[in-house]
């Protein structure tokens, strides 16, 4: 069997057998072990440097997510982030023979149903959080496949808009009824006189796709600072449709509604303005990274983190290492009181084909990434990683740290630097002297 390969099952085989017997830690030792007995001499450090730099991240996907976030917020950080939303919309029933003689048009409303028991990002439910959507008509057809949070497609000039404070969770009273919360939104009667105006659209789903290819809705980008909201809405619920009010005849009243249905196209983009923030020069530069790391959603960021020592801290594989921790501390000067993320992923990036992997330490440990609200941090074990690369077993490639589902999720946070005070990202190592 391969030296190496020998070294490094040992390595596990000891490190299994001697954390199964692990006692209660000291406050004077700072790594959750109380030494690991049998005679070896355990110790830790963490000085190993690290490089770790904010990097833009242009793979989010974009399409079919759970809820459409739609708004715009001027971080006091993070600078202006602008989400918008296109949704392909398919009518609730199709006329065979078309609607009959509809000699006009009343009025069209556009309506969007918040997403139930999520809270928007930023200030919703304040009048800090006052919001202003447009709704244009989406040009061109829709992708059905992936698209990423940096697409935009062409439309046309604005249909209407809604300047409102958000009431997530307020009933919208319409004339005598009370309706679940949503926004809807008064648009130019022209939508309604299309969408009426071809009888064959309105008789199948494939005439109706290529006569009329959806909406685009989007918020008016933000200028005053820690002001906005980026909300959450069902664009699938039943709630969320465009109605168009018609009389046939001249006197006949009657509805048409369509909506985004879970099959159609729905994607959800991102557009985000750095200027005058705290982030405008951090990227791609190691130097703004040893102070501070941003995780930002939307297309937003990820962190790079490379630590070049790596590969060359056990040589003449003399010592064990029993646990490697990632810490990775949050830097609450500028994080401010908005809400953190639950947890982060940790993954690699490969040096061979450049895409993003699973760590070996992936699955091991439910509470790896999870913010730990008393220490004010994230924490990641990355044994497995730390020993196969120190034997050579595999390449010491950079580290990504993202956040989970950055499509769908707004928070963000700010981290310490790789050498930040009083605290900095650490790779703590607890290794003892092998026999």
């Known amino acids: 069997m391969n030296k190496i390969l020998k070294i490094a099952i040992g390595i596990f085989s000891l490190s299994a057998l001697f954390l199964g017997s692990c006692k209660k830690p000291g406050e004077d030792f700072p790594n959750d072990l109380d030494g690991l007995g049998g005679g ?46 296109y949704g392909a919309y398919r009518p609730f029933v199709y006329y065979g ?7 006009s048009v009343d009025s ?13 990002y930023g200030y919703p439910n304040k009048y800090k959080g006052q919001t202003e959507i447009f709704v244009y008509p989406v040009e061109n057809k829709l992708p059905s496949g992936r698209v990423y949070t940096n697409a935009s497609f062409v439309h046309g000039k604005p249909l209407g808009s809604l300047k409102f404070v958000p009431q997530q969770f307020a009933p919208l009273k319409v004339g005598d ?46 200028t005053t600072l820690d002001k906005g909201c980026l909300l959450y809405f069902n664009p699938t619920a039943v709630y969320s449709k465009i109605s168009v009010y018609y009389r046939k005849d001249g006197t006949t ?12 196209s729905r994607i959800n ?57 990632l810490i990775i501390p949050v830097d609450e000067t500028l994080n401010g009181s908005l809400r953190k993320p639950s947890a982060i992923a940790l993954v690699k990036k490969s040096s061979t084909s450049g895409l993003l992997q699973f760590i070996d330490d992936y699955g091991v440990n439910s509470s790896d990434g999870t913010y730990q609200a008393d220490k004010d941090r994230y924490v990641f074990n990355i044994t497995r990683h730390v020993n196969r690369v120190s034997a050579g077993l595999i390449p010491n490639d950079t580290l990504v740290l993202s956040l989970q589902a950055p499509g769908t999720f707004m928070e963000r946070v700010v981290l310490h630097g790789t050498e930040s005070q009083p605290d900095r990202i650490r790779l703590r190592l607890y290794y003892s002297e092998l026999p």
């Not at 557009?271 to 705290?278: E, I, K, P, V």
């Open 253 to 264: 009243p009657g509805i048409w509604e369509a909506s985004v249905k879970d099959g159609n």
């Open 108 to 120: 069209v409303f556009v309506s969007l149903a918040y997403y139930p028991n999520q809270t928007g």
């Open 40 to 85: 070896l001499n355990e110790t830790y450090t963490d000085t190993l440097s690290i490089v770790g730099t904010t990097v833009l991240n242009d793979s989010v996907q974009g399409d079919k997510r759970t809820w459409a976030v739609l708004g715009s917020f001027y971080d006091p950080v993070m600078g202006v982030t602008t989400a918008g939303f």
């Open 269 to 325: 983009t991102f557009r985000h303005n750095y200027a005058g923030s705290a982030m405008a020069g951090v990227f791609n530069n190691p130097a703004a990274g040893q102070q501070n790391l941003f995780l930002q959603p939307g297309v937003g960021t990820m962190v790079k983190l490379y630590i070049p020592g790596l590969s060359n801290i056990n040589p003449e594989k003399k010592n064990m290492i029993n646990k490697a921790e």
């Open 97 to 103: 023979s078309g609607l009959g003689n509809v000699t």
């Open 177 to 222: 009824t009370l309706l679940p919360a949503q926004i809807r939104i008064r648009v130019n009667k022209s939508l309604g006189e299309k969408l009426l105006a071809n009888p064959y659209a309105l008789a199948s789903e494939t005439f109706f796709e290529d006569h009329f290819y959806g909406l685009y809705f989007t918020a008016t980008q933000q």
